[in-house]
């Protein structure tokens, strides 16, 4: 957890995450806790994504001066996709946001996959389980 993020808005979505998947046992309370940490470092990365394009939004409206901001006031979304394609074209860090949010996204799946996959089969296992 990073010293500017709320701790009681992680603790809410493991909270939520383990209310609706009901752990039984040490291993599933720690598949749950990866997940909520995945889950929480994908949000992040779509705040620092935002952050990034609304600051190089806020550097080129400076730079440019009254006038030409408000000839792009008019569009609306021309501030946003020049920031963004600067930002695509000067700077890997969109690339890499990009990068960190899909591995958090499959972490976050894979491991879901794995508790399921013990909860089904803990099921098939279990005495009188048909």
């Known amino acids: 957890m990073l010293r500017n993020e ?3 808005s992680f603790e809410k979505a493991h909270t939520a995450l383990r209310n609706e998947l009901q752990p039984r046992s040490y291993i599933d309370h720690e ?5 909520a940490a995945a889950h929480w470092r994908r949000k992040r ?6 952050d990034q ?29 020049l920031s963004f394609g600067a930002l695509c074209n000067n700077s890997t860090t969109l690339k890499n946001l990009r990068r960190y ?3 958090h996204s499959r972490e976050f ?10 909860r089904n089969f803990s099921k098939r296992t279990e005495p ?3």
């Open 6 to 8: 709320c701790p009681d």
């Open 31 to 35: 598949l749950i806790e990866i997940m």
């Open 45 to 50: 990365s779509w705040c620092i994504e935002k």
């Open 53 to 81: 394009i609304d600051h190089a939004i806020q550097e080129r409206e400076t730079a440019a001066g009254p006038g030409p901001a408000q000839e792009n006031s008019e569009l609306v979304s021309m501030q946003t996709a």
């Open 101 to 103: 949010e899909v591995s």
């Open 109 to 118: 799946l894979r491991h879901l996959f794995i508790y399921e996959s013990r």
């Open 128 to 130: 009188n389980a048909g």
